[in-house]
């Protein structure tokens, strides 16, 4: 199983931007995804996750802003980011888990994959 992250790039504040998350080895369409962020000195943290059948949910900081989709036809999910604050910079990792539930359920240490990581910096 891989999973590659692409699309972290220098932003300015206010700036929007979109991640992707390529999966290969795995039954995508049966696995829940999720979007995860770490800045520097600072524990990993869920951002949004999506489960199979397309429920989101997002973590309070970022609701409103960030956007979680999936295309199963290209066995990608992506994560619009709008709004960009400086506080959002960080490497932003995807993660799955195979979904018994349907429910878009994501706790870090349930995720049994994970790719390496886009850097996302935000600055004028």
């Known amino acids: 199983v891989q999973l590659v992250e692409s699309g972290g790039t220098l932003v300015q504040p206010g700036g929007s931007l979109r991640l992707s998350c390529e999966a290969s080895g795995l039954a995508f369409n049966k696995y829940t995804f999720g979007w995860f962020r770490q800045a520097p000195g600072k524990e990993r943290v869920g951002v949004s996750c999506i489960s199979s059948t397309g429920r989101t949910n997002y973590g309070d900081p970022v609701k409103g802003r960030f956007t979680i989709s999936r295309r199963n036809a290209a066995n990608t999910v992506f994560l619009q980011i709008d709004g960009l604050k400086p506080e959002d910079a960080a490497v932003y990792y995807c993660?799955?888990?195979?979904?018994?539930?349907?429910?878009?359920?994501?706790?870090?240490?349930?995720?049994?994959?994970w790719g390496k990581g886009t850097q996302v910096t935000v600055s004028s």
């Open positions: 993660a799955a888990v195979f979904d018994y539930s349907g429910s878009p359920y994501c706790p870090p240490d349930n995720m049994g994959y």
